[in-house]
């Protein structure tokens, strides 16, 4: 079999690649994994009306079936909404969730491959994995770093949230050769917050720059993904001090219980959303939607640019 065969592409996403229409990628973990229900699914459908206003077509992928599938209908997503079980899926995990045929939510670095295989080059997020605090004890270090240093693939976040280590974060990125781009501002952006600490390397100030920035990349054979951070709205900040507390207690609890590997960051973002309240809850969809027609403009600025 060859890898295309593993695709299950939505028809009006795949006619939308076909014609070199502009195409969002969306990740499905955020949807079983790093929200509660009902919010989660209602967000997800928001968001993909939100790409479309933008001028692209949205493309959530999961694996279903034994099979990639980009592009979901309403059922499919209710599914990895409310179904207890759905697997978290990084890369290292695809092969076995395929050949088992386990419905499977994927994270930024197998939503990146799969979103690549069908050729979509926009990829829209909340946050990405990074290098954890402590990791120079754990070595845990998301499989998202190192699936950006090779895939042609452009991930918009918020940032980094801080749950992870930022500044090694940042560190990392620069190794592996990965553009990161603030939009609109100077300091790079932690999730919650517009601010981290953190000057970003970069910054654009308008999505036809960074569609340019994309096209040079991958013009010039620089493979790998480009990191655009997008800051929350300045109204549903939540302050880094408070959200501070919140994330040093979730750590506690996470280390207390000895959570590790895969769950580790599945238990933080559930922690973190239940120890404060509707707060964090409120900020991550807006951010995610507000990240959705940030992309939905790049993805269609990239394509009038690629034509
Ligand atoms: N960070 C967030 N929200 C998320 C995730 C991370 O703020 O939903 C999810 C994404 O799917 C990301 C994954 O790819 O967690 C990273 O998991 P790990 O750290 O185990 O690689
Ligand atoms: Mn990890």
């Not at 100077?186 to 654009?204: H, M, V």
């Not at 790998?224 to 800051?231: D, W």
Request: proline share 4%.
């Amino acid at each position: 079999m060859h890898k295309n065969d593993y695709l299950l592409i939505h028809p009006e996403v795949a006619s939308a690649i076909k014609e070199g229409r502009a195409v969002v990628a969306l990740e499905s973990t955020i949807i079983s994994h790093g929200m509660p229900w009902p919010q989660n699914v209602a967000t997800a459908r928001e968001v993909e009306n939100i790409v479309r206003e933008n001028g692209a077509v949205p493309a959530t992928i999961a694996i279903l079936d034994g099979k990639c599938c980009v592009g979901l209908n309403d059922q499919q997503l209710d599914y990895l909404g409310q179904t207890q079980g759905v697997w978290k899926v990084s890369l290292r995990d695809m092969p076995y969730v395929i050949s088992q045929k386990i419905p499977g939510a994927t994270t930024v670095a197998a939503t990146m491959r799969i979103a690549s295989m069908a050729g979509i080059r926009i990829f829209v997020t909340g946050g990405i994995g990074g290098v954890h605090r402590g990791a120079e004890n754990s070595m845990d270090i998301s499989a998202d770093l190192t699936e950006m240093a090779h895939t042609n693939v452009a991930v918009l976040s918020a940032g980094v949230k801080s749950i992870l280590d930022i500044g090694l974060t940042l560190e990392y990125l620069e190794t592996l050769g990965i553009p990161v781009v603030t939009y609109g501002q100077d300091a790079f952006p932690s999730f919650y917050s517009q601010e981290s600490g953190y000057t970003s390397p970069l910054r654009l100030d308008d999505a036809e720059a960074i569609a340019g920035l994309l096209k040079a990349k991958w013009d010039l054979s620089l493979e790998g993904s480009v990191l655009i951070a997008n800051p929350v709205p300045k109204a549903m900040e939540v302050p880094h001090d408070k959200m501070e507390k919140t994330i040093v207690e979730a750590l506690k609890e996470a280390d207390n219980q000895g959570i590790k590997g895969k769950l580790v960051t599945p238990f933080l973002l559930k922690r973190i959303a239940e120890l404060s309240g509707g707060e964090s809850l409120a900020a991550n969809i807006a951010l995610i939607k507000n990240n959705a027609a940030l992309g939905g403009r790049i993805a269609f600025a990239l394509s009038s640019v690629s034509k």
